[in-house]
């Protein structure tokens, strides 16, 4: 069994920081692509950012110049930094992950972190 588990979702005014973090847990062999997502009221999610093995990154237009999403593959861990935070940021932050394990390579989420920015 495999978890991800999300922390550092909060109230932020506008033009403030936070930082998301995202612990894989479990019968872990390897962890693959990872990425973060997030969802808005209303809105489809939407894929924020994303991070392979070799550190390589990727963001939406919109976030770019703003966000870092980083990962600590020996700690099994992803993050996202985010600066310069806008309302329209305001959001249910989603990580995922394909992990591999006993033989198995299958894609996870965790469960969400609320982000909300506002004065």
């Known amino acids: 069994q495999v978890q991800l588990v999300e922390s550092g979702g909060g109230l932020v005014q506008p033009g403030g920081s936070l930082r998301l973090s995202c612990v894989v847990s479990g019968s872990i062999f390897s962890i693959h692509n990872m990425a973060w997502y997030r969802q808005a009221p209303g809105k489809q999610r939407e894929l924020v950012a994303t991070?392979?093995?070799?550190?390589?990154?990727n963001y939406v237009d919109s976030v770019k110049g703003r966000f870092t999403i980083a990962r600590d593959n020996a700690k099994n861990t992803m993050f996202l930094q985010m600066n310069s935070l806008k309302p329209e940021d305001t959001a249910v932050y989603y990580c995922?992950?394909?992990?591999?394990?006993?033989?198995?390579?299958?894609?996870?989420w965790g469960q969400g972190t609320q982000v909300t920015v506002s004065s």
């Open positions: 995922n992950a394909w992990v591999t394990s006993a033989e198995e390579r299958n894609n996870y």
């Open positions: 991070i392979v093995p070799d550190g390589s990154t």
